[in-house]
């Protein structure tokens, strides 16, 4: 919501490939269901776009459920989040591996970014 306030951002919530375009930034939101909407990712396409996209350079950003979808994997073998047993390749732009266990551990971390700044930094 914040973003969508700013004076000097747009922002536009996409369903397909098409509607995306080319974003100076993507951002992955938080989800009630992170393995269902990585599916449908794929399904749209989306996915595919969002990796070309990072692939040359457009930052992707994840939020929550969001930032679960940028890692490795996602491993809800005991069918936790999903409902049935399976584990998921996930978006793999980051070296993390979430793993859905019926407890839910919430743990503060902190990230230093390694690449240059994003565009309109210095």
Same mark, same amino acid.
């Given at each position: 919501?914040?973003?969508?306030?700013?004076?000097?951002?747009? =922002?536009?919530?996409? #369903?397909?490939?098409?509607?995306?375009?080319?974003?100076?930034?993507?951002?992955?939101?938080? &989800?009630? !269901? *992170? =393995? !269902?909407?990585?599916?449908?990712?794929?399904?749209?396409?989306?996915?595919?776009?969002?990796?070309?996209?990072?692939?040359?350079?457009?930052? =992707? @950003?994840?939020?929550?459920?969001?930032?679960?979808?940028?890692?490795? &994997?996602?491993?809800?073998? #005991?069918? *936790?989040?999903?409902?049935?047993?399976?584990?998921?390749?996930? @978006?793999?732009?980051?070296? &993390?591996?979430?793993?859905? *266990?019926?407890?839910?551990?919430?743990?503060?971390? *902190?990230? &230093?970014?390694?690449?240059?700044?994003?565009?309109? #930094?210095?």
């Amino acid at each position: 919501m914040p973003l969508e306030q700013h004076p000097l951002l747009g =922002v536009r919530y996409v #369903q397909s490939v098409r509607e995306l375009g080319t974003p100076d930034l993507v951002i992955l939101p938080g &989800t009630k !269901n *992170t =393995v !269902n909407d990585l599916l449908w990712l794929r399904q749209s396409g989306l996915e595919a776009a969002v990796l070309k996209l990072a692939a040359g350079g457009t930052p =992707v @950003l994840g939020v929550c459920g969001g930032y679960q979808l940028l890692g490795e &994997t996602l491993d809800d073998s #005991q069918g *936790t989040e999903s409902g049935h047993p399976q584990t998921l390749r996930g @978006l793999g732009l980051l070296p &993390t591996r979430t793993v859905f *266990t019926a407890e839910k551990r919430r743990t503060q971390v *902190t990230a &230093t970014r390694r690449r240059a700044p994003l565009p309109g #930094q210095r």
